[in-house]
Structures are given as structure tokens and as C-alpha cells.
């Protein structure tokens, strides 16, 4: 009866099924500038959830009839590899692909300086090559790194992670069976380390007190990944000083 | 980030130090925003990943990446993408195109019903022009009324990013000027990134070009140029 | 001044284009069965917004990791009869989103016991597939085709299944509904929070949270909208908005 394969217990003494805490966020890393073609990349990667993003533009906006007179359009597709999931999954969109699209399209819209770049276009593509859930959350944190990349300009960065709730209890930055079997996902964006939410999807049922204790975890994994983004984007040009050349 | 009074007005980072978008790099209403800054109430910060630049009382920033965004005076070398009856499209290598006006590219009088215009700059030619002015909404208009002005034959093109143009050229053109002698070229490097070559060794040009556009943030490469320049082609 | 800007300073002296207060509704109007080829369908009337949502049941195969359980599937249309921004062709971004949300408001308060679907366990279960038909578009569509759509299943009666196939005309009971899932969207405005914003109001918007809370005031779904953002003292307000607001609207399905 009910979901097949589900483990007694997701927490044990405290601790997650992979040996990680409750606060405890799995290991982050950043590449930038991976993809030379594209005017900027990232990759972000949360355990074995992996994302890659290319940004291209700003460039001219087609068609011509729908672009803005005073702004920078940002088109933003979010697509997972056929290979990225345990089960093959057809390559292209689905619907849950397009409902993705849309909501990081708006998290990014908050920040980028669209008046700067008017008449033109920004596509941002993110491809899941790994999935471990919190793969949209991913595929923000690796758009931002590619859109400062390519030097369209923005506020500031936007950091995504996600919280849950398994049996009862409140976590940080869910993984793959916490999903399967948990009771609640949400999965928040944050400008920087700021208290703005950009992105916001919740399911499961809850009382608003989770809700609050989820936000306020979620504010601080959303801390720790701006941090690393920061890290990331410093760090690929900090080789040597420059000489003068003005 | 900054606990302590926001009003005072400091800069809290260093020429050319590397900063990253949301970076605050100054704080008080002392400060101007110039290119690549904004101001967020009593804050100036960063829109870019880029170099800070402190001019007095204006804070910018120098960007390591991005597309060409023409200015009023930068010299370009472009390609004639498309004419109408009197005007010429060009393409700068930027979001936007160009727009230069019979006008501004010949200085004789053109009796349009007798004359197509394409006899003086044909579908494909490749200019070096001046930008006359941009609108708000980005329109440009190029002018060919300039000394430096002239159509580009023969050599070869080749595409950098343009905000390591300056970089290129180097401190008083110093950069520049060691590759034209060293390979017995021509060069014409244009603020949107196109770089026109020709003369003798343009293959060891070309490379120069493209060394200093990879390693623009590396230090030595003063030095890196000029081995590579005297082992020759 | 331009539409959009009027009503961003209206909403920063407070008040609205309706003359409404911020957390009133328009005039809601719920009607059950109108649709007599589905087994279950609703009309809503939200002011000038018009939603119908029909539920039609059939025989399928259950998924493979949930052999037992019947099948709910959520469609939703931004009908081009409704707005003149509606295009026809495959469902937009918008319609597809307004599907989920819904969707995940039915699905994760557990609402239809799915376990109670099935015919033959591997082999067969009941499919209901609720679709959402916008019809005329003056905003809160989420919130209409939310309130349809559980208005339907509670509407919805389980065709008799004899000899492998369905027989015509005759059921044997209602399907098994147990909870009453109420999306409510909040909208931000000149940072105030308003409800139902009709279509102008949505075009001055900053952003937009759609809460959905079952009938123990819980939360079960929540999606937020729109390009701008939402503080945690804003999301507190929206939760309690949300909560009451959905009793009222639940009130109104009994």
C-alpha cells in the first residue's frame, strides 16, 4: 500500500540518511566560464544534484515586434538531460520543465538592470546533468554565476536552496530520497543574503509556524550559497595583479 | 554587511580591486555612480564583475566581460550589413546596429536618382568609422567625417572582447604599437572588439592579439607579448 | 500617467480602482453541475472572471509505483474566448502554471482519497482529469479555477463499471472528496498586500503568492508570482490572509 521502497526512517539520532545533520547543506561547488561559446557559464552543483548554465546576449530581440523599446527581455529555458534522472527522461520540455522556466525567469528579472540593454534579448539556458532534487534551486545558482559571467548587469546575486520536512522534522537543502518520502518541499530564492524572497514553491502540508522556521533555515542556506557564489566569481580572475594600461 | 554609520562617506575598496555585482564600494552621498555602479540609498555598488575605478568623486567599474555598448566619439570597425536609398546598416558587433546617413559618409553632393550609393560602400565592406551620437533607446549613428575614417581592404579580421580593447591597446598605446613593430603591421583596434591586421607576419599578429585577450588579467604579460613576438612566425 | 502607475498610487494612498478594501473579494459566485456530459463540473464567477472546470472519469492503467492508487491529472486553458492576450495553439507558461498550482493544492492535501480508485490493483484504476476552462479573464484566475476545480469534484460522481466497460448514465457515488483545498492569491502593490486583483490591478503588480489551506487551516501548496519580491513579515501577513480568506470561500462549496 502506498509509495513503493520507502526506508523506515529518514532521521536517525539526528542525523540524515546521508550522515549529514539537520542544518547541514551537502557540498557546494561553482566553476565559471565553462562553456567558451556562450558569453558567460556556470555550473553549480549540491551533492549530486549538478546544473550547468549558458547566458547569450544581450543580442538583438526576435521578433522584432515583441521586443521592448526601453528594456532587456531575459528568456530563460530550463531543461534536464535525458541521462540526469534514474529513469530516462524525454529530452525537451515538459510541463514541469516550462512552470521551472518561468519562475527562475522572474527570480533573475528581479535583478537584472533591464533599462541598461533596451531593445535587446538575454537567453538564459539552464540543463540539469545530474539529478538529486533541488535541481531548479541549482539551475538559479548557476544562471546568476553565468549572468555575471557575461556581464549583464544586476543588482546583485540570487541565491537559491531548498528546506523540507521529514518525519516531522525540519532540514536543510533536500536531497534525492528526503524528497521521495518527505512530507514537505519548498524551495526559496533570496537576493543575496537579503530577507527578499524571489522565488517561492511550497508542497506538503503545514502549520504557518513550519512555515516560518522553514523561511528562516532557508534565509541562511541561502546565505551560505551566496557566499560561495561570491567566492567563485573572485576567485577565476584573481591570478596576479594587472599592469596599468591607461 | 556594514554595521557601523552608513552615513559617513568612505570607499571601502581599492583601485582596480575585483569586485562582484552587489559588492558595496562606497557608501555616503559624497559618491557618484559612474558606469557599472549604481547607488542604493545611501550606497554605491557594483552592476558588474569588473575592476573598481575611482575618479574623484565617481566610482565605475572597469567590466571583465560583456557585449559592445556603443559611446559618442569611439572609433569602430564594422560591416556594411545593408542599405536603403541613403543609408547604410552596419554591424558594430553589439546588441545594435548602426545606422550611417549618406551625409555623414560622403562629402560631395549624391544625386540619389542618378547614383546607387552602393558605389561608395557596397554590402560587405568593412569601415572604420566614428560614432556620432546614441539615443537613449540606443539608436546609432556612425559618421565617417573623421581623419581616421576610411573603408578597410585586404588583412584580416579579428574578433576580441571588447573590454579587453584597452588592454590591447595599452598604456599610452605602448601595447599596440610593440606588436605593430614587431610583425610589421597595420592595426586598427576598434572599441567594439573588431581588430583589423594586414602587412607581414599578420599570422603572429593575430596570436599576439589573441594571447592578450586570453591572459588580460595575468600579470607578466608585457613580457609573455614580447617573447612570443621575437621568437617570430 | 499611465494605467498601471494610477493604480500604484491609489494603492499607496489606500485604495482601489472598485473602491474595495484590500482583503475584499468581488462578488463570488459558485454554481454546481452546469456540464451534463461530465461527471462532475462547476461554474465560478469571481466579479467579472468566468471559470468552468468539468471532471470527466475514466478507466486507465495506474502508474507503476502506485499500483493501487487512481490517477489525477489537471488541465487548464487560457481560452482566447476570455481575453484578447489569450492565443490559441499549446498551453502558455501561464496556463501551465495555473494548472500545477491547482493541481498541487488537490494533491498534496490529499483531498481525493486516490486509494479508494481502484478497480483491478496493477491493471485498472479510475483516471479523473479536471479541466479548467478561463472564460473570461478580469483577473484572480488562479483563485477561480482553484475554487472550480474542488467546486467540480465535489460534483463528480464515480460512473458504474460492469462487464470491463462503463455504463452509461448510472453511478455508484460520489467520489470520495475529504478535503477542500482553497487557493487564495495575495497580490503586492505599492508593498501593500491586496486580494482578488482584477486584470488591471495584476498589470501595476509587483508580485504575487498564491496560498493554498485546507479545511484544518493548514498550508498545502504555495507558488509565488510576478518579478518583485515578498519580506518574511509580508509572507506572515499573506499565510494569515490566506488562512481566513479560504474559510470564507470554503464556506461557500457547502
Known amino acids: 500500500m502506498g509509495k513503493v521502497g520507502k526506508p523506515e526512517k529518514l532521521i536517525e539520532n539526528n542525523k540524515r540518511l546521508d550522515g549529514r545533520g539537520l542544518e547541514d547543506m551537502r557540498e557546494m561547488s561553482i566553476e565559471v566560464g565553462v562553456i567558451k561559446k556562450a558569453l ?5 552543483r549540491f551533492g549530486e544534484t549538478y546544473a550547468l548554465s549558458a547566458v547569450y546576449g544581450p543580442k538583438p530581440f526576435h521578433p522584432r515586434f515583441l521586443q521592448d523599446p526601453q528594456k532587456l527581455v531575459l528568456k530563460c529555458k530550463y531543461t534536464m538531460a535525458p541521462f540526469s534522472t534514474t529513469e530516462r527522461i524525454r529530452p525537451g520540455y515538459s510541463r514541469r520543465s516550462i512552470e521551472i522556466s518561468k519562475v527562475t525567469r522572474l527570480s533573475l528579472n528581479n535583478v537584472v538592470f533591464t533599462e ?39 543588482k546583485d546575486l540570487i541565491a537559491s536552496c531548498s528546506v523540507g520536512v521529514i518525519d516531522g522534522t525540519i532540514i536543510l537543502d533536500v536531497g534525492g530520497i528526503e524528497d521521495n518520502y518527505g512530507e514537505v518541499d519548498l524551495a526559496i530564492a533570496t537576493v543575496a543574503d537579503q530577507d527578499k524572497f524571489v522565488l517561492l514553491q511550497l508542497d506538503g502540508i503545514l502549520t504557518k509556524e513550519q512555515f516560518m522556521e522553514m523561511l528562516e533555515l532557508g534565509k541562511k542556506g541561502c546565505a551560505k550559497v551566496y557566499e560561495m557564489q561570491k567566492n567563485a566569481l573572485r576567485e577565476k580572475y584573481q591570478t596576479g595583479d594587472l599592469d596599468d594600461t591607461e | 554587511m556594514e554595521e557601523n554609520k552608513d552615513t559617513e562617506s568612505q570607499v571601502l575598496v581599492k583601485e582596480r580591486e575585483l569586485v562582484t555585482p552587489g559588492d558595496v564600494l562606497a557608501t555616503g552621498l559624497d559618491f557618484l555612480p559612474s558606469s557599472g555602479c549604481y547607488r542604493e540609498n545611501n550606497k554605491i555598488k557594483a552592476k558588474l564583475l569588473g575592476l573598481a575605478k575611482i575618479k574623484n568623486r565617481f566610482i565605475g567599474i572597469i567590466p571583465l566581460s560583456g557585449v559592445y555598448v556603443p559611446r559618442p566619439g569611439d572609433g569602430i570597425v ?38 546607387d550609393i552602393s558605389v561608395y560602400y557596397d554590402i560587405g565592406d568593412v569601415i572604420y ?35 579587453k580593447v584597452p588592454r590591447l591597446i595599452g598604456k599610452q598605446g605602448s601595447m599596440i604599437e610593440l606588436i605593430k613593430n614587431e610583425t610589421k603591421c597595420q592595426i586598427i583596434v576598434g572599441q567594439n572588439g573588431i581588430v583589423w591586421i594586414r602587412g607581414e607576419k599578420e599570422g603572429l599578429a593575430t596570436r599576439a592579439v589573441k594571447m592578450i585577450e586570453q591572459e588580460s588579467h595575468v600579470s607578466g604579460l608585457t613580457d609573455n607579448i614580447t617573447e612570443l613576438l621575437q621568437k617570430g612566425e | 500617467m499611465t494605467l498601471s502607475n494610477y493604480i500604484k498610487k491609489l494603492v499607496e494612498e489606500g485604495s482601489r480602482i472598485e473602491k474595495r478594501r484590500f482583503d475584499e473579494f468581488r462578488e463570488v459566485k459558485v454554481e454546481k453541475g452546469v456540464i451534463k456530459t ?52 499549446p498551453p502558455s507558461e501561464d496556463a501551465i502554471e495555473l494548472a500545477r498550482v491547482v493541481d498541487r493544492g488537490i494533491r498534496e492535501s490529499k483531498a481525493i482519497e486516490l486509494e479508494k480508485l481502484c478497480i483491478e490493483a496493477g491493471e485498472k484504476v479510475w483516471m479523473i482529469n479536471i479541466d479548467i476552462d478561463i472564460l473570461d479573464h478580469d483577473g484572480n484566475l488562479i483563485d477561480a479555477g482553484g475554487l472550480a476545480a474542488i467546486a467540480a469534484l465535489l460534483d463528480a460522481k464515480i460512473p458504474k463499471y460492469e462487464d470491463e466497460k462503463i455504463v ?39 508580485a504575487r503568492i498564491t496560498i493554498s489551506s485546507n479545511k484544518d487551516n493548514n498550508l498545502c501548496a ?8 515578498f519580506t518574511t513579515e509580508e509572507l506572515e501577513k499573506a499565510v494569515d490572509l490566506a488562512i481566513e480568506k479560504g474559510k470564507e470561500l470554503r464556506a461557500l462549496l457547502t
Open chain 1, 40 to 44: 558567460g557559464s556556470g555550473t553549480f
Open chain 1, 116 to 154: 541598461d540593454y533596451p531593445r535587446t534579448g538575454v537567453d538564459v539556458l539552464i540543463e540539469i546533468m545530474q539529478a538529486d532534487a533541488s535541481t531548479r534551486c541549482a539551475g538559479i545558482n548557476a544562471a546568476s554565476i553565468a549572468l555575471a559571467d557575461a556581464g549583464v548587469p544586476m
Open chain 2, 78 to 115: 564594422g560591416f556594411v550589413k545593408d542599405m536603403q536609398s541613403t543609408s547604410w546598416i552596419i554591424d558594430i558587433n553589439s546588441p545594435y546596429d548602426a545606422l550611417l546617413v549618406l551625409g555623414e559618409a560622403v562629402g560631395e553632393f549624391v544625386d540619389i536618382t542618378k547614383r
Open chain 2, 129 to 163: 568609422a566614428k560614432v556620432l551620437n546614441v539615443t537613449k533607446s540606443k539608436h546609432v549613428q556612425l559618421t565617417m567625417n573623421d581623419h581616421r575614417a576610411k573603408k578597410l581592404s585586404d588583412g584580416r579580421i579579428i574578433k576580441i572582447t571588447p573590454s
Open chain 3, 38 to 89: 461530465a461527471e462532475g463540473s462547476a461554474r465560478v464567477r469571481i466579479g467579472n472572471t468566468h471559470v468552468i472546470a468539468g471532471v470527466k472519469i475514466s478507466v486507465g492503467q495506474p502508474f507503476p509505483d502506485t499500483p493501487d492508487e487512481g490517477i489525477l491529472i489537471v488541465g487548464a486553458e487560457l481560452n482566447p474566448i476570455a481575453s484578447a492576450d489569450f492565443e490559441s495553439g
Open chain 3, 168 to 206: 452509461k448514465g448510472e453511478f455508484i457515488g460520489n467520489l470520495p472528496v475529504v478535503d477542500m483545498p482553497i487557493p487564495v492569491t495575495i497580490t503586492k502593490i505599492s508593498n501593500k498586500l491586496l486580494l482578488d486583483t482584477n486584470v488591471e490591478e495584476e498589470d501595476a503588480m509587483d
Open chain 3, 222 to 229: 504555495m507558488q509565488k508570482g510576478g518579478d518583485g519580491h
